[in-house]
């Protein structure tokens, strides 16, 4: 059961990593403009920053979609939703009004006009479903159980559940 979580945890996670990818890569320079509002990078840094993570956003999700070196995948995804929490939290801590731009858009609005609490529930459960596959990362239909490692470990599964009386 838990590769079938894995699969699904992987497929949401991956999914949203380009859905938001490829939406931000329509207008790069609102991708830059967000992360100038969060005001935590230079500008020259955060415009580089803005310009590269629509991209990294799309490759990261389709390794994840893929299946390969799922657990890395999941770190980094981990490290990417903990970073944003954190700039949320900077954001709404120095009393900054910032749209995430999560899918497109986004950067200052107009006090009371950021949806803090919405866009922390999102990345939370988007970091349980990296977590989850930091923890698990055999998952269904990808390309690590291609490798001899998860083949030994699969088959090692099937022959505990026979001995257990489970088939």
């Known amino acids: 059961m838990s590769s079938w979580i894995s699969t699904l945890a992987r497929w949401l996670l991956g999914g949203v990593l380009i859905a938001a990818g490829a939406i931000k890569m329509v207008n790069l320079a609102d991708s830059a403009a967000v992360l100038r509002a969060y005001q935590l990078l230079p500008d020259g840094v955060a415009v580089a920053v803005g310009w590269t993570i629509p991209f990294f956003s799309i490759l990261l999700g389709l ?94 599964d099937r022959e505990t559940s026979l001995i257990g009386g489970r088939r």
């Open 63 to 156: 390794v994840l979609l893929a299946g390969a070196v799922t657990r890395v995948a999941a770190i980094v995804s981990a490290v990417l939703m903990v970073l944003f929490l954190v700039a949320v939290a900077s954001a709404a801590a120095r009393g900054l009004s910032v749209d995430c731009g999560c899918f497109g858009g986004g950067g200052e609005v107009a006090p009371g006009q950021e949806q803090y609490g919405i866009e922390v529930i999102r990345t939370v459960g988007l970091l349980v479903c990296a977590g989850w596959l930091i923890v698990r990362p055999r998952s269904r239909f990808s390309f690590d159980r291609a490798t001899p490692e998860e083949e030994a470990a699969d088959e090692a």
